[in-house]
């Protein structure tokens, strides 16, 4: 079984740990979708993890999303990147005990499998809310 822990947790772990260190980090490009992930920049580690392909979306290529986070978080603030790639995710609904859940969010009425979609990813805006007053 995998352990899951809250996508803000995890980025503000992983922000501490590249606030710490000097080098960049290195990964794929954003056309190649391999292993280590599709972001180049500054935020590559954050965005390959806010990209990642959860639930009725883990069949997903998520390299034009890493492309696209990485594209809104180059030249920001780490506190403005930071807010960019907790307020990124994919879109969509999935079954759990018989309940239908949005992808991130609560669950409601009940669920059978073709219920189960993916819409997509969403990538948050310096200047829409959440993130426009930490990115101003």
Not at 15 to 41: F, H, I, K, R, V
Not at 80 to 109: L, R, V
Request: charged share 10%; net charge negative.
């Amino acid at each position: 079984m995998i352990r899951q822990i809250s996508l803000a947790s995890y980025l503000a772990v992983t922000l501490t740990a590249l606030t710490a260190c000097s080098s960049s980090t290195s990964g794929g490009t954003a056309t190649d979708g391999g292993a280590g992930g599709g972001a180049t920049g500054t935020y590559a580690a954050k965005c390959n993890l806010a990209c990642a392909p959860v639930k009725s979306c883990s069949t997903q290529d998520p390299s034009k999303c890493e492309a696209d986070c990485s594209t809104a978080t180059e030249g920001l603030t780490a506190a403005c990147a930071q807010c960019i790639t907790e307020n990124s995710h994919w879109n969509g609904t999935y079954c759990a005990n018989g309940s239908k859940c949005s992808i991130g969010s609560d669950c409601f009425g009940a669920c059978t499998p073709a219920d189960e979609s993916c819409l997509g990813y969403s990538i948050a805006k310096a200047s829409e809310s959440p993130c426009a007053t930490v990115c101003k």
